[in-house]
């Protein structure tokens, strides 16, 4: 993403998990965590919708890190329909930010594993901000989050998504009361429109 960004080797279940880091300038507020698209579609942690959910992190003063769930890159394993990718996970939350405050991240797939993370996290350990994109609802049983992690979320969602329909993610997101912010005229990957979702993020974590 930038001349500064850190290369780094983790640990999860599978074994290796390739990583990158981002940090902002001077000392970051806390760490964000961001999940990738769907491995077997061709998600990984380079994919544009993630590097400007990292961007909008490092640009309000976290440090961003990015990693490729297990079978995908450098990252060792096989695709475990999200059990295995939740658990790599919570893997990289230990190693990178094992105290201190975290947030969390993930679009389509990612925010499925993300919402999974959530629930094992809390309450032992909350997360400060949770950002979910594109929530691949329509696909998967995307569990409901913490009724208490709510005013930490922000759910957003393309009214044009062919991949997730925004019915789909609204029908996951009313019996919880969850809002859910729809960028008209988006589609899944928000071509054209990355500058729109890195200011909801910025206003999100501001």
Not at 118 to 136: D, F, M, N, S, Y
Not at 197 to 203: A, E, G, N, P
């Amino acid at each position: 993403m930038n001349l500064q960004t850190q290369r780094l080797q983790l640990a999860g279940a599978a074994g290796r998990v390739q990583a990158l880091r981002d940090e902002p300038p001077g000392t970051a507020q806390g760490v964000a965590v961001i999940a990738h698209p769907h491995p077997l579609f061709g998600g990984t942690m380079d994919n544009k919708v993630v590097q400007t959910i990292a961007r909008a992190f490092v640009q309000a003063g976290w440090s961003a890190v990015r990693f490729n769930f297990r079978g995908v890159g450098e990252s060792e394993g096989s695709h475990d329909e999200g059990r295995g990718e939740a658990d790599d996970l919570l893997a990289v939350i230990e190693q990178v930010a094992p105290q201190g405050p975290i947030a969390l991240a993930g679009f389509s797939f990612g925010a499925f594993v993300a919402a999974q993370a959530l629930e094992r996290l809390w309450p032992a350990r909350q997360p400060e901000r949770i950002v979910l994109v594109g929530t691949a609802a329509a696909r998967f049983q995307v569990t409901a989050l913490p009724p208490e992690s709510h005013e930490r979320t922000l759910v957003v969602h393309g009214e044009l998504d062919e991949t997730v329909p925004l019915a789909a993610a609204l029908d996951w997101a009313r019996p919880q009361s969850l809002p859910v912010t729809v960028v008209p005229g988006v589609e899944h990957f928000f071509h054209g429109k990355l500058p729109i979702l890195k200011s909801l993020v910025l206003r999100h974590l501001r």
